[in-house]
């Protein structure tokens, strides 16, 4: 038996996220309809992560147990053949019969970008979050400084998520601006539901000076999702990196 990984990308604005829905079209099953139709048989496959509806991924990956013989190099262009054009299959690797894409990462790297100008811009439709009005990029990257590090991020959670740990550690955290296009970028060993998404929201709250910066420790400590940010849209999340062990 073969393990196989995986490193794909893909478009989320289409899927209900990556995990099988009952009465949506999520990555996993598109993916597996995918495998069924190249190695003739179709196989359970264990991805890194969750991500919500319309969210996409810059490297995400997967695993699969496999009696096939298909080579690395046959499945990734048989599958990218066969898979729609939102999906791409960028490389395969056998990796030892325990390897597990969920339980061996160490740590994920989370991108968010804003499109940052008076008018929209139709080629970052469903890419970036459109915000019209001035961001402060070095007053957002202060306002980082109080999530970096060990904390429990209950107050960054929606509602619906069932984890009882909500201790995360966010190792780094950054905000970048290359001309109208602003871009937050979070790293840390685990997520909570919507996490990224509220911390980013309780980041513009803070450059609209709804949220003081002083405040962020009370407030993270505080584990109120009330006094937080808003959820920032969906279309503006990336899953970037993936770190294993």
Same mark, same amino acid.
């Given at each position: 038996?073969?393990?196989?990984l995986?490193?794909?990308?893909?478009?989320?604005?289409?899927?209900?996220?990556f995990?099988?829905?009952?009465n949506?079209?999520?990555?996993?099953?598109?993916?597996?309809?995918?495998?069924?139709?190249?190695f003739?048989?179709?196989?359970d496959?264990?991805g890194?992560?969750r991500?919500?509806?319309?969210?996409?991924?810059?490297?995400y990956?997967?695993?699969?147990?496999?009696d096939?013989?298909?080579?690395?190099?046959?499945?990734?262009?048989g599958?990218?053949?066969?898979?729609?054009?939102?999906?791409?299959?960028?490389?395969?690797?056998?990796?030892?019969?325990?390897?597990?894409?969920?339980y061996?990462?160490?740590e994920?790297?989370?991108?968010?970008?804003?499109?940052?100008?008076?008018?929209?811009?139709?080629?970052?439709?469903?890419?970036?979050?459109?915000?019209r $009005?001035?961001?402060?990029a070095?007053?957002?990257?202060?306002?980082?400084?109080?999530?970096?590090?060990?904390?429990?991020?209950?107050?960054?959670?929606?509602?619906?998520?069932?984890?009882?740990?909500?201790?995360r550690?966010?190792?780094?955290?950054?905000v970048?601006?290359?001309?109208?296009?602003?871009?937050?970028?979070?790293?840390?060993?685990?997520?909570?539901?919507?996490?990224v998404?509220?911390i980013?929201?309780?980041?513009? $709250?803070?450059?609209?000076?709804?949220?003081?910066?002083a405040?962020?420790p009370?407030?993270i400590?505080?584990?109120?999702?009330?006094?937080?940010?808003?959820?920032?849209?969906?279309?503006?999340? $990336?899953?970037?990196?993936?770190?294993?062990?």
């Open positions: 038996m073969r393990n196989l995986f490193k794909i990308s893909y478009h989320g604005g289409a899927y209900h996220g995990q099988v829905q009952k949506a079209v999520a990555v996993q099953q598109v993916l597996q309809d995918g495998i069924e139709k190249v003739g048989r179709r196989e496959i264990i890194c992560s991500t919500d509806t319309g969210v996409h991924a810059n490297a990956y997967f695993n699969m147990h496999t096939s013989a298909i080579p690395c190099s046959g499945a990734v262009r599958l990218n053949t066969v898979l729609p054009e939102d999906i791409a299959i960028l490389s395969c690797t056998e990796v030892a019969e325990d390897f597990h894409a969920r061996c990462v160490r994920k790297e989370y991108i968010y970008k804003i499109w940052n100008a008076a008018v929209r811009n139709p080629f970052w439709n469903g890419l970036a979050y459109w915000h $009005y001035p961001l402060d070095e007053k957002m990257r202060r306002a980082c400084i109080p999530f970096i590090g060990e904390h429990d991020f209950r107050g960054f959670c929606s509602k619906g998520s069932d984890v009882e740990d909500t201790i550690r966010i190792t780094e955290m950054d970048e601006r290359n001309g109208d296009l602003l871009v937050i970028r979070v790293r840390g060993d685990g997520f909570l539901y919507n996490m998404r509220i980013v929201g309780t980041l513009l $709250y803070v450059e609209q000076g709804k949220i003081s910066c405040d962020l009370e407030i400590a505080s584990g109120d999702r009330r006094r937080a940010g808003k959820t920032a849209p969906a279309c503006g999340l $990336y899953l970037n990196q993936v770190f294993y062990e």
